[in-house]
Every structure is written in C-alpha cells, then in structure tokens.
C-alpha cells in the first residue's frame, strides 16, 4: 500500500488517501472516468465508487454519503458528474473520518483488487515483486481483458515468456509482464507517464530485488521514495 500510495497519491502515508477525491484526474474527455477518490481510486464511471458508497449507506443510512447514491446510480457507466458537485467531494471527506467507511475502502480494496491478482500471482508462480506488479496492474486497469487489464496483460507476458509455475525463469517472465504493462499504460493518454514501472518496479527486479527485501528504494512521477521498514498495522 505504501508503494501503491507513492503512484497514485504522492505519499507514503496510504491512508490519508481515504479522503482523496477528484474529478476528470485523467485531464481528457476520451479517458474521463468521473470522479476517482479513496485508497485505490475507485470511479464513478466503473462501478466501484457506486459499490462502497452503497455498502457505506447500507452500514449507515444516516451516513454523509446517503444523499448522493441515487445520483451515484445516474452517472455509473458514464463520466459525468451530474448531482455529484463540490458538496459531494465535502461529503466524502467527511465520511472518511469514519472508521466503517475506511473499513468498507479497505475491505472492497483487498477484494476487488488484491485477492484476484495475487491469486493470479500465485498460479503463475511469481514472488513479492511479481505479485505487487500484478496487484499495481490490476488497481490501474481492473482484472479483465476488455479493452485492457491484468488478464490481457499476463496474456502478453505469457506469449513472449514462461512464467515460473511452468517451469520458466522468473526475471526474464517479469520483464516480459513489465514491458507488456508498459504498452498496456501507453495505450492511453492519461498513462503516458510510466515512472511507476521503469523507475521503480523494473529498478528492484533488474536488481534481483524479487523479493521485495528491504530497504527499498525507487522514483515516481521524479520523487524519490525511501522504505526502510514497514509496520503492518493493517487499515
């Protein structure tokens, strides 16, 4: 989450994203998914913003998000923001100071994209570095293959390598999965950026690092990040 944190938020400090929403992050009308907010930056476009706010009202009706679900509903599957202004930003952020709506974040984070990639992970065979690339891969694209995501990506890596739970050679099948995941990212505007592979997941794996063994050390969007030691201190 850390390393996840330092791509999609700028900081080291994962959980301070809970309260993170914005609008149009991807700067362009093609690629807009609406409103991104929470600590995988759920969409309002991709159903996944619609899926906490709803599990939140469910937990607590009288919550700060209730309001806003019936316009949530409205705009799913579309980029617009119609109902959902600067008083639904203000209210996110709010609910966000409580702890079952970080609870529900963490819980569909780990569900929705954590536990499929890594099962994914484990059936190729991969270790840490390679399960993080799957989980970073899944949380920026989705799981699928339409028109992009981890399974077209390992699709890629698979016709150009052989992953280690059939017998190939982890770093070359890792390299095969980064690059495909380059050309994954390139594929759209708001991705031209692909300092969160080069400067960071291809830096530890060129390093033998596929163990993720600490300290880490890597670059994002230029900044410099430094991990020395993690406390597991869950949500």
């Not at 599990?55 to 705009?75: N, Q």
């Not at 339409?146 to 699709?155: F, T, V």
């Not at 890597?218 to 201190?233: F, L, Q």
Request: hydrophobic share 40%; with cysteine; net charge positive.
């Amino acid at each position: 989450m850390m390393i996840v944190g330092s791509a999609e938020n700028s900081t080291l400090e994962w959980r301070s994203a809970y309260a993170y929403i914005e609008y149009n992050v991807e700067k362009n009308d093609a690629e807009n998914r609406g409103y991104t907010g929470g600590i995988v930056g759920f969409t309002s476009r991709t159903a996944d913003m619609l899926d906490v706010v709803t599990r939140y009202v469910a937990a607590v009706p009288d919550g700060e998000l209730t309001p806003y679900l019936p316009a949530l509903r409205k705009v799913n599957g579309t980029s617009s923001h119609e109902g959902l202004g600067p008083a639904f930003r203000a209210a996110w952020k709010r609910a966000a100071q409580d702890p079952t709506f970080r609870a529900i974040q963490y819980t569909r984070a780990m569900q929705l994209y954590f536990e499929p990639a890594l099962k994914a992970a484990a059936a190729d065979g991969v270790g840490p570095l390679g399960q993080f690339a799957y989980v970073d891969a899944a949380i920026v694209h989705g799981q699928g293959r339409k028109p992009s995501g981890l399974a077209s990506i390992r699709d890629a890596a698979r016709a150009k390598a052989t992953p280690p739970s059939a017998g190939g050679d982890e770093k070359r099948y890792l390299r095969a999965f980064l690059d495909a995941r380059v050309a994954t990212m390139k594929q759209e505007k708001a991705h031209q950026d692909v300092t969160r592979i080069d400067t960071a997941q291809r830096v530890w794996l060129e390093a033998g690092n596929t163990c993720l063994g600490l300290p880490l050390r890597w670059k994002v969007y230029g900044d410099a990040y430094e991990v020395t030691e993690v406390t597991r201190s869950g949500q």
